[in-house]
């Protein structure tokens, strides 16, 4: 039996309390000539040759394959039980596959989804046997195509600069929930603790529905409870709280504080339950004060951020446990981080859950693609409204970033359709949630439309920062050799972060091919001391609201992490955690 088991709950934000789990072995096969419905694997009567462990994928260990050749299209094959089922409706749903996903339910198409990287679902109820087995059939297609996103996974077949061995296929968990005749397949919670209140959008499977009880909890207490009729798929609501404390704000979350109020969504039609789902979320406000401050809470907040690529050895990009991912939240707070920057990826939904948990704030960024045309534009503009729609019910999230360091717009400095592009991504973003900041194309040549002006600059030591980044220069000026601002646009007060430095590697780790964005380290001591450096020229540089460091752990032929790929840390914690909180 594989070691590497996802056997948890898979979405735990939005949780049915009836469900079955997917994941684990499933018959699997390469289909390199693209033959497979020629060969009859839709019909789910075919045994397909080799097993595999879902959700891991066929290029990393976990997965049991560890085959990293490149296989444009996969097949996936699993059988399970209609007595699992027995009368009610089941939603089948993928928490990720990569990158164009068909299923077969008993050989009925069932759902085609579009994207590496956003969970979908679909009800197959109708598809199923009454009694017997049922074959669910999964075809994944994901090619070497710079035109489709694909954050850090490698287009040219092999590992090369940053860019990583690939993830082909289903790459995170896959479960079946139960309902009755209707359930909710979106919704939003947008906290507002200047009323202490809530407010957000029901949308249902099929409009059926006719009520929704939400009852609101807090410390095991419950602090509201209401009902209201729905209109049809979709229905606007809002709750107002009463103050739980008349004299200070006990009940906002805080890095420091990070308490959660807990909600029960529950449907009825005509006085019947038919959907029950459990969530919540945290009393926060994110903001920008008219001093130009970025504010947590309506109280200035600097962020001291890590780029976190999330890659594990085990699974690449699917983490091998709740429990790793836990333990990278700890071990970049015990360095003195209080979040991360979650680079090119759309990360397991228990990274979230467990920074809302634990204090720990996140950003969430589009991986890119690197092919500027129309196919790129819609690829990108859908997947990151679908991503979005959930992770503004995350309440680590504090800021999105659709594009990173012009990659896909590689001509936006000056072609103004790019930066029309990188507007509407803006834009599209805003309209989908307005209540986070937005850091539009970071690192260099933003564009006018961003609520932060980011800076990328891998400089060896501080080497006079407080005096190069000053907002008099800010239109004028090369970080990295790209210009800070696009043309035509202008710097606009908006706040400043430095979004990517450091990256120090150690010199006996950059062999073999292996590298670091800055010149390796002899010892120890060394690092030390550079790393102190570039810290003081951050927090001596007056503009500066935060920063992000790169990175957590070492990827691959990437060796600049503070901790190996294993997370074994190459340093001492608590004297990280001094110089990153500059004491």
């Known amino acids: 039996m594989n070691s590497y088991m996802r056997k948890e709950y898979p979405r735990p934000q939005f949780k049915r309390d009836n469900w079955i789990s997917l994941n684990g072995e499933w018959e699997f096969a390469f289909d390199d000539q693209n033959n497979g419905v020629k060969q009859g694997y839709t019909t789910g009567k075919k045994e397909l040759p080799l097993k595999i462990n879902v959700p891991f994928t066929y290029q990393y260990p976990a997965s049991g394959i560890e085959d990293t050749a490149y296989h444009p ?339 936006i400095v000056v072609d103004n359709q790019q930066q029309d592009f990188a507007r509407s991504l803006y834009y599209l973003t805003k309209a989908v949630d307005p209540t986070r900041l937005v850091s539009t194309n970071d690192g260099w040549e933003n564009i006018d439309a961003t609520d932060i002006l980011s800076i990328h600059d891998y400089a060896y030591d501080k080497s006079q920062f407080a005096e190069k980044y000053r907002a008099d220069k800010y239109d004028d000026i090369y970080p990295q050799g790209r210009k800070l601002m696009s043309e035509g646009c202008r710097y606009c007060g908006q706040p400043v972060l430095f979004t990517e430095f450091g990256g120090i590697a150690m010199a006996g780790d950059s062999t073999n091919g292996n590298w670091g964005y800055n010149t390796g380290a002899q010892d120890n001591e060394e690092f030390y001391t550079r790393y102190a450096n570039l810290m003081e020229g951050i927090y001596e540089t007056e503009d500066f609201q935060g920063f992000c460091y790169t990175q957590v752990s070492d990827v691959q032929q990437e060796v600049n992490g503070l901790l190996y790929a294993n997370r074994t840390p190459k340093f001492d914690l608590a004297r990280i955690k001094k110089l990153t909180e500059n004491k």
């Open 73 to 411: 299209t996969v097949w996936y094959k699993r059988t399970f039980s209609s007595k699992e089922i027995g009368s009610k409706r089941a939603l089948l749903c993928f928490n990720g596959s990569d990158f164009i996903t068909d299923v077969w339910v008993n050989g009925h198409h069932a759902v085609n989804h579009t994207g590496a990287f956003a969970p979908f679902s679909a009800d197959i109820t109708d598809y199923l046997y009454k009694n017997g087995q049922n074959a669910i059939v999964v075809r994944c297609y994901d090619p070497l195509d710079p035109t489709i996103p694909r954050g850090k996974q490698s287009w040219t077949g092999k590992r090369f600069g940053c860019w990583y061995i690939p993830n082909t296929g289903i790459w995170q968990s896959v479960w079946i929930e139960l309902f009755e005749c209707d359930c909710i397949s979106n919704y939003s919670i947008i906290p507002n603790i200047d009323t202490l209140s809530f407010s957000g959008e029901i949308k249902t499977l099929y409009g059926l529905a006719d009520e929704c009880e939400l009852n609101v909890t807090y410390k095991g207490n419950l602090v509201k409870k209401i009902r209201f009729s729905l209109d049809g798929k979709y229905t606007r609501y809002s709750v107002s709280l009463m103050e739980l404390d008349f004299v200070d704000e006990t009940c906002f979350w805080w890095p420091h504080q990070p308490n959660l109020f807990y909600v029960d969504f529950t449907l009825y039609k005509q006085g019947k339950q038919v959907d029950l789902a459990h969530t919540r979320f945290g009393m926060r406000k994110i903001s920008i004060d008219e001093g130009g401050k970025i504010c947590l809470n309506n109280r200035p907040l600097y962020q001291r951020l890590i780029l976190d690529q999330g890659y594990w050895l085990e699974g690449g990009l699917t983490p091998p446990s709740v429990d790793a991912i836990k333990t990278d939240i700890e071990l970049c707070k015990a360095m003195g981080f209080n979040g991360a920057r979650k680079h090119q990826k759309f990360e397991d939904p228990y990274f979230y859950y467990l920074a809302d948990e634990m204090g720990y704030l996140t950003w969430c960024e589009m991986p890119s693609a690197y092919n500027y045309n129309a196919d790129e534009v819609k690829y990108l503009s859908n997947e990151w409204q679908e991503i979005i729609s959930v992770a503004r019910n995350f309440t680590s999230v504090i800021c999105y970033v659709p594009l990173n360091e012009s990659w896909g717009v590689r001509k």
